[in-house]
């Protein structure tokens, strides 16, 4: 097990709970300056996490969250906020290419294979006027959120309360609370549900063959 910081820059900050000296595989890069990483309680688990970091940005987790295997990439001025008991599957990727916002509230569990950007890498110019039309925009996740496999989260997403989003959905708008959404775009294909971690038993076996 190993923490390993890689300082190129200043006024750096790294707090993590002392949990991370016998349990965590941890790796955080700083090319610039003025950037802190907050894990100030203990992870359920926190094995080949990478975190890459510009200037100026935040990156800061809740109790008992499982960050393995998860990419964070941060250039300037973002941020990157996770509630208690949030969970990644393995390979999960956010990155942020410009001074965005991404929010993970309490208790979302997020699958293998997820990518969140708040950015398209890229400028999209206007033909006529050669302005910039794609700026970066925020993602917002409310509390017990889950997101399916291989599933995008796209910027200026916001994803309500106890929803989840199909897997290889592609999310690039609003999802009301309590709503299942798939496809791509994304769409609401069910409301009023809610999910549980546990493989609960039907109450009803009727329709099973």
Request: charged residues 20%; contains cysteine.
């Given at each position: 097990?190993?923490?390993?910081?890689?300082?190129?820059?200043?006024?750096?900050?790294?707090?993590?709970?002392?949990?991370?000296?016998?349990?965590?595989?941890?790796?955080?890069?700083?090319?610039?300056?003025?950037?802190?990483?907050?894990?100030?309680?203990?992870?359920?688990?926190?094995?080949?996490?990478?975190?890459?970091?510009?200037?100026?940005?935040?990156?800061?987790?809740?109790?008992?969250?499982?960050?393995?295997?998860?990419?964070?990439?941060?250039?300037?001025?973002?941020?990157?906020?996770?509630?208690?008991?949030?969970?990644?599957?393995?390979?999960?990727?956010?990155?942020?290419?410009?001074?965005?916002?991404?929010?993970?509230?309490?208790?979302?569990?997020?699958a293998a294979d997820v990518q969140l950007m708040t950015s398209d890498c890229h400028s999209i110019l206007d033909l006529t006027t050669r302005e910039r039309i794609n700026f970066a925009e925020n993602i917002d996740?409310?509390?017990?959120?889950?997101?399916?496999?291989?599933?995008?989260?796209?910027?200026?997403?916001?994803?309500?309360?106890?929803?989840?989003?199909?897997?290889?959905?592609?999310?690039?708008?609003?999802?009301?609370?309590?709503?299942?959404?798939?496809?791509?775009?994304?769409?609401?294909?069910?409301?009023?549900?809610?999910?549980?971690?546990?493989?609960?038993?039907?109450?009803?076996?009727?329709?099973?063959?």
């Open positions: 097990m190993s923490v390993e910081i890689v300082d190129k820059g200043k006024n750096n900050l790294v707090e993590l709970h002392p949990w991370f000296e016998k349990n965590g595989q941890i790796k955080i890069t700083f090319s610039g300056n003025n950037n802190r990483v907050v894990i100030a309680h203990p992870p359920i688990n926190c094995l080949h996490t990478i975190i890459e970091m510009g200037h100026d940005s935040l990156l800061q987790a809740g109790e008992a969250c499982n960050l393995s295997n998860s990419f964070f990439f941060c250039t300037k001025s973002c941020e990157i906020l996770i509630g208690s008991q949030a969970t990644f599957t393995s390979r999960a990727r956010l990155l942020m290419h410009e001074p965005s916002r991404i929010t993970i509230g309490d208790d979302c569990m997020i996740i409310g509390d017990h959120v889950w997101i399916g496999l291989q599933a995008m989260i796209l910027k200026g997403a916001k994803i309500g309360t106890g929803s989840v989003v199909g897997m290889r959905s592609v999310v690039t708008g609003t999802v009301p609370d309590h709503s299942l959404v798939a496809g791509c775009p994304a769409r609401v294909v069910r409301e009023n549900v809610d999910w549980d971690r546990r493989l609960l038993k039907t109450l009803n076996w009727s329709h099973v063959v």
